[in-house]
Each structure stands twice: as C-alpha cells, then as structure tokens.
C-alpha cells in the first residue's frame, strides 16, 4: 500500500480546523551566534512553541535545497521526487488559468530587442502591467492551425504562455540567453521524438510571429521563454486527505502551488496585516487554511538579517489575531530555509511547531533552531507534517485492527 | 526520479574541497560510564564538533551491523542493499586487479591439509608473503578451456582468484570449511541454473587441479574459496557527483573499495602520521579526499579498550595537520561501531561532524556518543552524508523552481 492509498482509507471527517502558517525561507544560521529567528523577539511564538510539539524539519532529503515548488509539495505532503511541477505550470496556476492536462506551459518574460535583434534588457525595464495587457492582446492575434494560444499577464514584464493542442513535449530548451548584447535563443528538442521536435517547431513558428508583432513596440519588443513544462493532473486536497482547503497567499507563485492541489484561492493583498485579517475573514468557510507568508524569504534572498528578524516580529505580533480564533491544530513552519548570510535557499532543516490540545509539549524556551533540537518531534521530514496535523485533527482512523 | 537520477541533474562545480576522515568501526560501548572515543583526550576535535554540524549516523538501518563494503558504499552515498559488492570483488580489487564486468572473483586462503586431504590449519601458519607469491605463480600454471585463470597475492595467507569468462553465476557454495580436521568442502551450486551448475563444475574441475599442483608443497599445500562474487559496475564519483577523488588508505580492502567508485587510489603506508602526511602531499588535485584510518577498528576487534582510546588520540594529535590546509568541508565519521567490550562490528549509530562555514553550530562541548545526541544533525543515515557534504560545498544547485 502506498502513502497516498493509506491516506485515503483512514481519512475521516471531523470538525477540527487547521491552519498552516508557512513563513518562506525561515530557517537561518547564526550571525554574531543567533539566527534570524533567534534573534527575533517573539514572545507569542516561543509561548506557544514550549506548550506544543515542536521541531525542526529537513525539506525534501538532507542537502538538497528546495525551490518554491518542491518545498511546498513536501509541506502539503506530496513527494516532491514524485510530482515534479514545471516552473511554466506554477506560471499558469498562479494567473488562475483554467489549465487542463496535456497543455504546455511555460514563463515569459518581455524583454527589449535592439535593431539588431539582440536582448538589450531582458525585462524590458519592468513595465508597468498595463503595457505588459497590451502586449498580450496583441500576441493573442496569432492563429497558428491545430493549437490554441493563450497568453496571460503575471506582473511586470513577467506572463504565462499557455498551448493547448496534442501531443505536446516539455523536452525543450530555453530561449531566454541569461545575458544582454546576444539574441533570444530557439527553442531546440531536447530529445528526438517526434512529439519532442514537432513542439520545438510549433514555438519557433510562434516566436516568429511573436517578433513580427511586436516589432514596432517600446520597450517590451520580444518575449523570452522558460520552464517549459507539460500539466498533469495531481490529486487533491480533497480526494486525498477529505479537506476543504483554502490559500491566503499574497504571490501567484504560492495561489499557484495552493489550486494545483485544489485549495481555493482567496483574494488577498500581500502582507502580514492583510492576509491574518483576510484569514479571519473566511473563518469557519473550511476546515484547511493555508496562510503563506513571503518576506522572511525575500529579506533572507537580500541578505538583510535584521530586515528578516523584523518580518519575523511582525509576524509574531499579529499572532494573536491567529490565536484568538482557536484554531484545532495550528503549524508553523518553512518550506526552506534562506540564511541571510547565504543569501539563497538552502538545505538546512526548517523551525518547526505543531500547536493543538493533543500535543506533547516540548517545553522549548524559544522558537528557534539550536532550541528546537531538544524539541519533541527531533527532526522530521516535511512531507510527514501534513500526517500530523491530520492526526492531531482527528481527520485519521486508526490502521488495523 | 530516484536519488542518483536526482544528484545527477542538480550536480555542479565548485572550487570548495571535501576530505571525508573515516576512522574505522570508531563507535564504541561505555566501560566505567565513558566510550573509547569519550575517554579519549580529543581537544581538537572536540573543538572542531562544537563549531560544526555534529550528530549521529546509523549506517544501514537499525541494528543491521555492517560488513567494511556496505559501511563504506553507505558512506560514499550509494545504497548498500541496492549495490551488493561481494568480498571476492572486494579482494581483487584490492590488489588492483583489473577486473571486468562478468568476472567472477573468490577469496582466497592458503591452507594446510594433512595426509588423509583434511584441513589441519586454515591459515597455513600465515605464510610469509613470498611463498604466497610462489604458490601462486604454480597456480597459474593451470589451464582450463574457455576460462582464464587469474591468482594474485594479497597478504600472508590471503590471495584473490578471478575467472574471466562466459556465462559465470556467484550463487555457490563456499569451500571453507571454517574448523580443522575435515576435508575442504567442494563448491556447490545454490541453485539449478545452467550457469550456476556450470560454474561449479568448472571451479570443482580447478580445484583439483590445485590439489595436484601442491601436493608436494608445505606448508601451504591447499587452498579454501571464499565470497564468490561476479562483478558488475557500478556509477562512479565522477559519473554521480562530478567528484575528482582519491583514497588515502592504508589497506587493501579499501583501496578496493575507493577504486570500485572511481577513485584515484594514493599509493600510501597505512598509519595515521603517513597518510595524513600523503594528503597534504596531493593536496589541492582533488577535490574530494577519502581518507581511511584502520586502527581504530582494529583495536576494537581486539578488544583492546585503551589501545582504541589511544589510536583516537593519535589522529586528534595530526587533526592539525588537515586543518591547517582549510578545506572547505570536513566530515569526521566512521563506517559502522566497533567497541572494544563487544570485540566486533555492531549496529551502534557512529559519531559524526560536519564542518564548513555553512553549519549551524552545534555548540557541543565533546566528540563523543553521548554529547553528540544533542548534535543539529540528529541521527541521520550514512547514505545521507554525501549530499551533506555536497551540499555544504556548494555542489548542488536547487531543486525546483
């Protein structure tokens, strides 16, 4: 019996809600010997961390360092070695795109050609949305016969590129050159079947009316392509666990991750305030919230420590507007760590608590790493957490007799 | 994706060094309240542990005692139960036998037998190395149709056989009748394969030969087959990590064992104060160095307590001599426990530390059993610690967008 069947025959239903609170990238190492977290004053964290179970967690296996994508599947208990998630398809999800199985996905991004068609900027000077609308409704006038051809705005000089026809191959490579003062690259097959060639065809063909279009546009005058990927369908929230599951995520990336496993996106703004108030908003609509927060990650990507020790207070601050609703089961957690002094994702295990009146209580004085090594769930795999909180919820039958 | 596939796609190159110090079987059992490595006078190593990732590994799973190979597959991240590398194998290469994909290789021990063909000692007195070397030139005079027939001397009693051929099977019986005062055993198929009754009629047919060829010979006048293995390759250092690697190792069996991965294997004398004086030698042609030290396994197979405690200080003392070089990642570990009170191999997790400028500090005060319970790397798997140590040199990209 595999993970999944075993979900599927001890889910129960019970009334218990759960939320996860995902603060990106939270996990650190020590600056003048604290972390960030260590660092953070958080008074309603380490309370609650002493009167729950509590740990740290390594992401995917140990030393591998998870991109978004990965980090999250292990997080919402999919294996990440299993369901690998193409970049173009968290694109698509992440505009709300209705995407069906066998569609190509992939990311594009505006740039500026010269004269001689080389990349003078590889995101054309971040445009404003609006232009980044009318480019697309421009790039949407192309018929190539046997696809279909959609194109959406993300933000900025950034779009997903959605083709929908048979047959289709994500063996492709990129056309983005990763460098000014050369032109975009063609998409070559990356293997030789037929599907694989035919579809590196097809997108050089579109490509050239693509140029032809845009050619008399400023600044945004061509498109780079990556992260190709093809859609499959990976089961849900609901079917594998019975969970009515909501995301209050401020980034498409993350509303993306959230409605491939089928939770409900809500309409948020990003940031703290925002999102807790939004949560408390939609309370008691379901029985699963997913709660992302991005800054700790984008301050740790900065290499600011003390930007990322304030987001972390921040957070902790508006902790209660969370407490205060009574959650059954309560996580907090990362989906990867991003030191600042790496100023990257990196494989360091993530701060971990798991609050609910079933817990075990560590008696961890603080949340933080060097503190959670004493913590009672030592060090746990990520993808085992989404079992644990359905355990500490009620939602799990016993196995066996 | 399984794990190599997974390495092999987010392998990279960096400049950053990686020296993996294996001190053999250097896990203990306490006598008066302390293990041979808690007893040990270690300041630099304690030292070392406190700044560093520290912890305990278990080297195959739970209570399983590891044989020298499985321990050291499992160390250089190759899974011990998918890659079974027979003792024979282990042999020839040990003597850096050029062994072949489909060769099938034995221990050998030289023998004495009496009049009456019964074995009066399994060891012949360990004969000096030139008779070994004598009694094997005789051997090769042996000439069987369709196989050729290759003995090379490895130390006192103790030779490799290899057969190259067609069609070879490993499932067979060994000859060693492990007690004196019984005839040899002849070789058995284990099963009613062609190839593997084949097989035992071929080295049945060339064990007589030898019977003929030393009867006149004292005191090594028979020989006892052991670990028959076919050899079948398995992916290089190179192929999964892009390691350039060598060995420092002092015996043969795991000069073998560095060399069945694709290691560069050193030409070295074995003992702490060589080796370590042969890799700040070739310092800086690798950029991971494997460097195996022997006697603490010795000593615990002994059991010889305050023998161990003194090989574990003999390497703290030239701990320095590594230190001094910086290498960008060191990992003190060992291949399985070997305490002195159990005199053998055991299941006992062994002391790890990992050090780089990306740990998190474990703030240790010890390098032993105990203190290492409180270690940030809880207790891993030895298969993990390659990625570890990948990952602390900058070897793996992300995974996932």
Redesign the interface.
Known sequence: MDRFELIKMLKQPSDEKIVLLVLDGLGG??QN?K?ELESAQTPNMDKLASQSESG?MTP????????????HLALFGYD???F????GI?SALGVKFPIRDGDLAARVNFATLDAKGKVNDRRAGRIPDEINRAMCEKIREIKIPGIEIFIETEKEHRAALILRGEHFSEKLSETDPQKTGVPPLPVKALDNKPETVHTAELLNQFLSEVRKKLKDEKPANGILLR?FALHQRIPSFSEVYGLHACAIAGYP?YRGLASLVGMDVIETESGVEPQFKKFAEVWGQYDFYFLHIKYTDSRGEDGDFKAKVKVIEEVDRHLPAILKLKPDVLAITADHST?ST?R?????PVPTLVSSKWARRSGVKKFG??EL??GTL??MHSMDLMLLVLAHAGKLAKFGA
């Open positions: 190492l020590p010997g972390t740290l995917i296996i140990t030393g591998i360092t998870p991109g978004s994508g990965p980090g990440p070695l299993e690998l998630i193409g970049r968290l992260g990336m030191p790496y990257a994702h990196s494989w360091h790493e060097t090594l004493r030592g060090t």
